[in-house]
């Protein structure tokens, strides 16, 4: 069974920083395009970053941008990471890792294949 583990959410207060880790259970997702969304309550679930196959291109929601940075490590069971600095409290919500068979840096979320079960992120203000 394919499955996607997230990991590191918690509670931060405003200004701090928090890593995301992402572990997916087969090495077929090292071809993958990997991203992060986020759900807050009430709102539709929203596009966070993306990362090729290769790891060499990334792409950011303009809200995140010098924010987040997201990566992954072939190395370490493929696992992708979203590294969240200088958190403000309308960044709270759950956050999601996804994959996505094609090679493309998609955005929204119908073009991902498989999604993990998400890790809950709250900044205090």
Known sequence: ?????????????SGGSLRL????SQRTFRTYTMGWFRQAPGKEREFVA?????????????SMKGRFTISRDYALKNTVYLQM?????????VYYCA???TGVLFTTPDKYDYWGQGTQVAVSS
Not at 85 to 93: G, I, V, Y
């Open 50 to 62: 993306s990362i090729s196959r290769s790891g060499k291109d990334t792409y950011y929601a303009e």
């Open 85 to 93: 600095n200088n958190l403000k409290p309308e960044d709270t919500a």
């Open 21 to 24: 880790s992402c572990v997916p």
């Open 99 to 101: 994959a996505a068979a």
């Open 1 to 13: 069974q394919v499955q996607l583990v997230e990991s590191g959410g918690g509670l931060v207060q």
